[in-house]
């Protein structure tokens, strides 16, 4: 059975679109006025080459939480995983979201598992989001792990919501801290400094020099520290995301005072939920 792209016309005169399962086009046509649709146009989906599924395919924190909660309460009512995901991909808000899952769907109906075909696209769909899904799989228990798995992803998507919430007005106000002393530096103090030369002003206290110097150090390297710092945080990232680096990286993490018995807890608690939900899936140790 293929999976159809539509538009269409609803009875009223509204437009409408999805997609829809059937074995050739003209019984898609069929379904569609049995729905009292009048079809537009219709196109197959053939999956990954057509609807662009592969490595380059990004779900949100958001997007993926809704689709597990939504393939969890399709799977749960009886529905085939194909038929999940073709309904998912039909009530899909997004083209490249519903050209992912029409590529998941395809793999599935070549025979592989939902853990497997979700591997085609490891930037939605993460390694432990996949573990998680293939040890529902190997239980029979799909339905119910998925269910728990949408409960951790929405408390983790409602924790990271109110930590980014808490965090705006602290990161608004260093932003502006930082550009009225970037101002001050640039374009007031020099002209203090004209100031004190018409004075005459040839004693000035350690304070007040030492400003000076860091205004001139600002307007004449600056510029230069900002490009250095921005090339330097790039390579950084390219460096942690060669495993050796970022194994050595994590280590020194967990040395530092505070932040390292902090993420020691945070790992502990994100390991002890995902446990239980695959324990509770009937997977084993």
Known sequence: MAAFEYKALTADGRRTSGVISA???RAARRELRDRQLTPVSLTEARGEKALGFGGSGRL???ERTLLTRQLAVLVASGMTVEQALTAAAGDSGTSPQRGLLLGVRSQVMEGATLAEAMRGAPRAFPPLFRAVVSSGESAGRLGLVLDQLAHHLER?????TLVRSA???PIILGIMATAMVTALMVWVVPKLVEQFAMLGASELPPLTRF??????????????????AGVGVFLVLRVLKIPAWKRRWDALILRVPFFGDMNRKVASARFARIHATMSGA???V
Do not use: P
């Not at 983790?156 to 990271?160: A, E, I, K, M, P």
């Open 211 to 228: 400003v000076i110097g860091l205004s001139g150090f600002v307007r004449d390297w600056g510029l230069i520290v900002l490009l250095l």
């Open 282 to 284: 009937g997977a084993t």
């Open 23 to 25: 074995d050739t086009a």
């Open 60 to 62: 949100s924190d958001k």
């Open 156 to 160: 983790s998507y409602r924790l990271r």
């Open 167 to 169: 965090l705006i007005y």
